[in-house]
């Protein structure tokens, strides 16, 4: 993730594509696991030429994780029942990662929400049950059933869910500009949606509800529908956060 600062009014582009820039002209911009090796970024201010930045990326190599031992029906969901309650938490999900909030709540930096043993890493390919799934796209750090989880950052609650089928407990965030984080598994939650928190204030606590095999937090972090590596955006773990 880098950010930046253009003109007030100017337009910027990522690879040919519009990039929410607040009024100030703070803007935001994020590279997923299979970002291509260069992207071209181009600024226009309302009254001049058109400056552009040629960026290096990059690549990374990922480990492979094998988790067993869950039930079959969380690796491989079959039942019509299941499958539209899946489709309907992506649904959420996506609208939350679509919103353009103009505000840029992420100056103040970032904190891990629980610090613990790291159980998850970005981007590793997950083996279920014996079977490839989807890459990782978070960090999962375990930590003892209720331990408080708090908030990576400033921002607005865009979503509280009572028990998503894959994701259990849900809160996510709306850092601005694009940027949000969610927080699964959890075993509580204490926000509502539309509170406006601080970072480090207490979202809820480490629960293993949804596809888990033990209590531990997944942490998340999305530019849009662009997954990003959130153990990069802060330092090492302490134990105040």
């Known amino acids: 993730m880098a950010t ?18 607040a ?3 703070s803007f935001l911009i994020g590279f997923g696991r299979n970002a291509k ?9 309302p009254d001049g030429a058109p400056e552009t930045l040629t960026l290096a990326i990059e690549r990374r190599s990922y480990k492979i994780q094998r988790i067993d031992g869950l039930p079959e029906r969380k690796v491989t969901p079959r039942s019509p029942e299941d ?5 309907d938490d992506r649904a959420k999900i996506v609208g939350v990662r679509a919103r353009r909030t103009l ?6 930096g970032f904190i891990w929400p629980v610090t613990g043993r790291i159980s998850g890493v970005f981007g590793s390919q997950r083996i279920l049950n014996g079977k490839p799934r989807s890459p990782h796209n978070g960090v999962d750090v375990a930590a003892p059933k209720g331990t408080p989880v708090k908030a990576m950052g400033d921002g607005t ?3 509280v869910h009572p028990g998503m089928f894959f994701s259990g ?3 996510m965030i709306d850092h601005g500009l694009g940027l949000t984080s969610v927080y699964i598994h959890m075993d509580t939650t204490t926000v509502t949606q539309g509170d406006f928190v601080m970072k480090g204030a207490q979202i809820g606590t480490v629960g293993m509800t949804g596809r888990a ?19 990069l955006l802060v330092g090492p773990q302490s134990p105040g956060g």
């Open 4 to 21: 930046g600062k253009v003109a007030p009014g100017s337009t910027v582009t990522l690879d040919g594509e519009a990039v929410a820039v």
């Open 23 to 25: 009024p100030d002209g």
């Open 37 to 45: 090796k260069k992207a071209v970024l181009t600024a226009t201010p």
């Open 83 to 87: 499958l539209a309650r899946i489709r």
């Open 103 to 108: 505000k840029t709540f992420f100056d103040t």
């Open 157 to 159: 609650v865009a979503l």
């Open 169 to 171: 407990k849900t809160v």
């Open 213 to 231: 095999t033990g209590p531990h937090l997944h942490w998340g972090v999305s530019w849009f529908n662009t997954h990003l590596d959130p153990a």
